[in-house]
Each structure stands twice: as structure tokens, then as C-alpha cells.
């Protein structure tokens, strides 16, 4: 079992800056690819990053490429999203995912994430 707690989530201004992170927790391999989605009131699901076991290989979403860093520390299984140049459009809950079907190359579909955390809010104001 695996557990994915985030932090970091809170209330913003347009053009800051915020850090969120994803702790993981339980008996399980540390051989993933870690995943951030996130979920805006009234609309789907959407992936945003992703990174693959050792943190040498990653994969942004169109809307945030540029302004969002994901960062693996594999001394504690530790990944965060460094998000920068934030804006309204950002407003969402975010969601911390593992995915241990291809560790090494990181993914977009939900579908291919089995762990998921509880969210963290993250709400920018313009």
C-alpha cells in the first residue's frame, strides 16, 4: 500500500510563486513515475506533470510548460511542483499520483496511475 500526502496548496497572487509537495509513504518500491494533475471546479481531470523514477526524465502539459518545474528528490521520495508566473487559470485542486506500470518514462493518462493522493487547493487571484 502507498500513501501521497500533499502540502504546500493556499492562496496566491497573479505572477507568484508556490511550491507543493508530494510525501510518499508505505511498503512499496520506490520505482515510479510520480505524476501532478489537477481538477478545476466544473471541469475534468488534467495532467499537468510528471516525472519518471530517478527524476531524469520529464513531461509538462502545454499550459504550464515553461512556468512549472517538477522535481524528484530520491533521498526521500519527495516530489514537488515548483510553480512559478502563476495564474487564475492555475485555480485548481491538485493531485499527486503514482504510477508503477512504466517507471521510467513518465505519462499523462490518469488511467495509468494507481496511487493518488488527497489534494492540495491551490486558488490564484487576479
Known amino acids: 500500500q502507498v500513501q501521497l500526502v500533499e502540502s504546500g496548496g493556499g492562496l496566491v497572487q497573479t505572477g507568484a510563486s508556490l511550491r507543493l509537495s508530494c510525501a510518499t509513504s508505505?511498503?512499496?518500491?520506490?520505482?515510479?513515475?510520480k505524476g501532478w494533475f489537477r481538477q478545476a471546479p466544473g471541469k475534468e481531470r488534467e495532467f499537468v506533470a510528471a516525472?519518471?523514477?530517478?527524476?531524469?526524465?520529464?513531461l509538462y502539459a502545454d499550459s504550464v510548460k515553461g512556468r512549472f518545474t517538477v522535481i524528484r528528490d530520491v533521498t526521500n521520495d519527495t516530489v514537488y511542483l515548483q510553480m512559478d508566473n502563476v495564474k487564475p487559470e492555475d485555480t485548481a485542486i491538485y493531485y499527486c499520483?503514482?504510477?508503477?506500470?512504466?517507471?521510467?518514462?513518465?505519462?499523462?493518462?490518469?488511467?495509468?496511475?494507481?496511487?493518488w493522493g488527497q489534494g492540495t487547493q491551490v486558488t490564484v487571484s487576479s
Open positions: 508505505g511498503r512499496a518500491s520506490r520505482v515510479n513515475t
Open positions: 516525472v519518471n523514477y530517478n527524476g531524469g526524465n520529464t
Open positions: 499520483a503514482a504510477d508503477y506500470s512504466s517507471p521510467w518514462r513518465p505519462g499523462n493518462l490518469s488511467s495509468e496511475y494507481v496511487y
